[in-house]
C-alpha cells in the first residue's frame, strides 16, 4: 500500500507543494527547510504506489538529552487518513528511537488541535494541560510525552 523510507533532503519540495493543501490553512513555515537539511536520516517519507507523497515524518533523536526523542511535524495526505499509515510513521519511528537507545518520544500541538490530541492519546502518549508562553508570550502548547 504505502512505502515508507527515509527522508532525503531532495523531499523538501514535494511536501512544500502539499503541506498548505493537506492542512487547509498556510502552514508551510512551521517546517522550514533546515529540518529535512539536518535531520533527514531519523525523518520518513511515505509514498503511494505512484510515488506520490502520502505522508511524513520530521523526527529529531535529541542531541542535548541522550535519552529522548521529538516529533517535530507529521502529515498524512488527505485521501490516505483512517487507514493507519500516522501509526505506521510513529511505530517506525519509535523504532528507530529505540535503535538509538532513545526512552522517550515527546511532541507539542496547539491546544485547539483536537485531531492530533486524539491521536497522540491513541498512541499512548501522556498529554499535558495547554502550557501558556510556551513558545513566546500569546502562545500556549500541549506537551506529549511517550515512554518507549
Do not use: C
Request: glycine share 10%.
Amino acid at each position: 500500500m504505502y512505502a515508507l523510507r527515509p527522508a532525503v533532503p531532495a523531499d523538501y519540495d514535494a511536501i512544500a507543494a502539499v503541506i498548505d493543501d493537506w492542512w487547509g490553512r498556510p502552514i508551510q513555515g512551521a517546517l522550514p527547510r533546515l529540518f529535512l537539511d539536518h535531520f533527514h536520516r531519523t525523518s520518513l517519507i511515505a509514498e503511494g504506489a505512484s510515488g506520490e507523497p502520502a505522508g511524513f515524518l520530521i523526527g529529531i533523536l535529541s542531541p542535548s538529552l541522550p535519552d529522548e526523542a521529538y516529533i517535530h511535524f507529521v502529515g498524512v495526505a488527505p485521501g490516505a487518513r483512517q487507514g493507519g499509515l500516522g501509526r505506521l510513521l510513529y511505530e517506525r519511528f519509535f523504532e528507530l528511537a529505540r535503535a538509538d537507545g532513545r526512552r522517550v518520544v515527546k511532541a507539542i500541538t496547539a491546544p485547539v488541535n483536537a485531531a492530533s490530541l486524539a491521536f497522540h492519546r491513541r498512541m499512548g502518549f501522556e498529554t499535558s494541560e495547554p502550557i501558556p508562553g510556551y513558545n513566546g508570550p500569546g502562545t500556549s502548547l500541549v506537551t506529549f510525552s511517550r515512554p518507549l
